[in-house]
Nanobody
């Protein structure tokens, strides 16, 4: 089972930047995808950005393209650190951001049913 430590959330003004970190331990094979999802009050959880451990292929939700980047540190065999660099933040980016991992990657748009989830980190963007 994969365990997560998420950090980097906070309060920022519109136009500002934040970097979220997700330390995922227990990633014992390379056929994982790790992603960031978010959930705003009253809304469904949605995919923000994902990256595959083996190839480093990346995926972004349309509204964050050009503003967010995702990267992975594969230096340790079973511990992967995934960074979500968020720039030009907007009030509509306000949400709880969750890190997740799955071995059954079929896309990044909707939450993974077969996956492990972190506890989330709050991102608040003020106007």
């Amino acid at each position: 089972e994969v365990h997560f430590v998420e950090s980097g959330g906070g309060l920022v003004q519109a136009g500002g930047s934040l970097r979220l970190s997700c330390v995922a331990s227990g990633v014992t094979t390379d056929d994982y995808a790790i992603g960031w999802f978010r959930q705003a009050p009253g809304r469904d959880r949605e995919g923000v950005s994902c990256i595959t451990v083996d190839d480093g292929d990346t995926y972004f939700e349309e509204s964050v393209k050009g503003r967010f980047t995702i990267s992975i540190d594969n230096a340790k065999s079973t511990v992967k650190t995934v960074y979500l660099q968020m720039s030009d933040l907007k009030p509509q980016d306000t949400a709880i951001y969750y890190c997740a991992a799955t071995r059954f990657f079929t896309g990044c748009a909707t939450p993974w049913i077969s996956g492990s989830w972190g506890q989330g980190t709050q991102v608040t963007v003020s106007s």
